[in-house]
């Protein structure tokens, strides 16, 4: 049976924790920032876990995760 292949573009977006659940980083931080709070912008920065209910399609676009 051939290999599973990977999304790239997925395996570029998340990362597996060590306990083995996927963190992403936060949308709207790239562009138009002057209208955004300076705590706002913080907290974008930081990465925060996938919801359950898209764990098993993310889990299908990364099957060697």
Known sequence: MPKMK??????????????GRIRR?????SHILTKKS??????????TLI????QRAVRRMLPYM
Do not use: C, E, I, P
Not at 6 to 19: E, I, P, V
Not at 38 to 47: M, Q, W
């Open 38 to 47: 300076t705590k706002r912008k913080r907290n974008l920065r930081k990465t």
């Open 25 to 29: 980083s936060k949308a709207y931080s």
């Open 6 to 19: 990977t999304n790239r573009g997925a395996a570029k977006r998340f990362k597996a924790t060590g306990s």
């Open 51 to 54: 919801a359950d209910v898209d």
